[in-house]
């Protein structure tokens, strides 16, 4: 789960991260009135869930209240457009009025978990303000990495060698490092899966300030969590995945024509590595899940029938939990009820198999049934480019 910009700074103050004074705005008056309140010279920034906001138009600094207010009208209400929202752009709905800081040089900050060592993983950069992807591909030497032990946290000599390696001068060497460990601290307590601060900034008075924060959340452990749900903008999100979560279905929209639907996680991937091999580009990852009913697998078929981009669908499902028989009944049942027109490829093996692929053919609707995974797969994208 994402959230923005402000709603990651409130939390990272409570954990003793420094963060520049600001005020959430969701209507121009609100963003002057803020603007008055911090002194008058302020960065007024687009508040959307996407990276590129200040190439895009979307952080803009004002010197004055007046000149706020004519920004945040520029600005609140546009559809800003930045290399992670697509060309489509997202909806700016609420503005963060912030506080100007004299800023000597900006860092970056950002902790990850490491898949391979299990860990997090705390990485540092002299190179703040940039795109870290760029930094990592062009000067990997230039990021410092340390591993964050969970049940410890980031230990102070770990986070004074990291504010030493991307050369923050001795006098603000313990600010930055309390900085660090409370940042490793919040990421820890709350499940975050991306905690980053970019750029970090030490100002020419020798403080340091998180002048941007992003904080992705671990869906899994949202339940230990109720108050981050609270958080969640909605407006966000991509309304297909929505949708989906409502019903229980693990579903991720992507821009091929193949839709998909699977059940476990694992077998979802497979199948979409294998559209792609065949030369097809998958529409989405779906996960109705081992024990999915018939109305969940109604509801998947409704939720992939509304990406207008799906030319052919493609069923892979192993029965094990979910027995053959039972996925064909739902599926017969859900073509019907929706009365779908696109061609569906079936590939199925496990529990009552052959009855599932009876159901299937004897229908009298447009089902094809493959022999195997490579054989449906190259059915369903020739049946998508048709």
């Known amino acids: 789960m994402k959230i923005h910009e402000y709603q990651a700074k409130d939390i990272l103050a409570q954990y003793h991260v420094p963060v520049p004074r600001g005020e959430v705005a969701f ?35 004002a010197r004055t209240a007046e000149e706020a207010l004519e920004w945040a009208r520029k600005i609140l209400g546009m559809t800003l457009v930045t290399h992670q929202t697509g060309p489509e752009g997202k909806l700016v709905q ?65 986070a004074r060698n990291l504010a030493f390696g991307i050369g923050v001068p001795a006098a603000s060497v313990n600010a930055a490092a ?9 990421y820890l307590d709350k499940d975050m899966s991306l905690a980053e601060i970019n750029p970090f900034i030490l100002t020419k008075d020798g403080k340091v300030f998180a002048l941007d924060a992003k904080i992705n959340f ?14 969640r903008d909605l407006s966000e999100e991509d309304p297909l995945e929505v949708e989906a979560s409502r019903h229980g279905l693990n579903y991720v929209k992507l821009d091929g024509s193949v839709g998909c639907m699977v059940n ?44 207008k981009h799906v030319k052919a669908v493609l069923i892979n499902v192993f029965g094990g939990i979910l ?12 073509a019907r009820d929706l009365q779908i027109k696109l061609p569906i490829v079936v590939r199925m093996e496990g529990t009552n198999v052959e009855l599932g692929r009876k159901i299937l053919l004897e229908s009298g609707l447009n089902f094809t049934v493959g022999a195997d995974m490579a054989d449906a797969a190259e059915k369903v994208v020739k049946l998508a480019a048709a």
């Open 94 to 158: 609420r503005l963060l009025i912030e506080e100007t800081l004299p800023i000597e040089r900006e860092l970056y900050l950002g902790i990850v978990l490491d898949r391979v060592q299990g860990k997090p993983v705390f990485m540092a950069s002299a190179a703040g303000g940039m795109e870290i992807e760029e930094v990592a591909a062009k000067t990997p030497e230039a990021i410092l990495k340390e591993t964050i032990d969970p049940g410890f946290g980031l230990a102070p000599y770990q």
């Open 264 to 307: 476990g996680a694992g077998l979802a991937m497979a199948t979409m590595d294998i559209i792609k091999y065949s030369g097809g580009s998958p529409a989405n990852f779906l996960d109705v899940g081992g024990g999915a009913s018939a109305e969940q697998v109604k509801n998947a078929f409704r939720i992939l029938l509304s990406d």
């Open 323 to 334: 027995r053959c028989d039972t996925l064909a009944s739902g599926v017969v049942g859900a």
């Open 27 to 61: 209507t121009v008056e609100e963003a002057e009135t803020a603007a008055k309140r911090l002194g008058g010279s302020v960065v007024v920034k687009a508040q959307i869930h996407a990276g590129g906001r200040g190439k895009g138009g979307g952080v803009k600094v």
């Open 178 to 186: 309390a900085a660090m460990m409370a940042l490793a601290k919040a």
């Open 218 to 231: 671990d869906d899994n452990a949202l339940y230990r969590h109720k108050e981050l749900l609270e958080l």
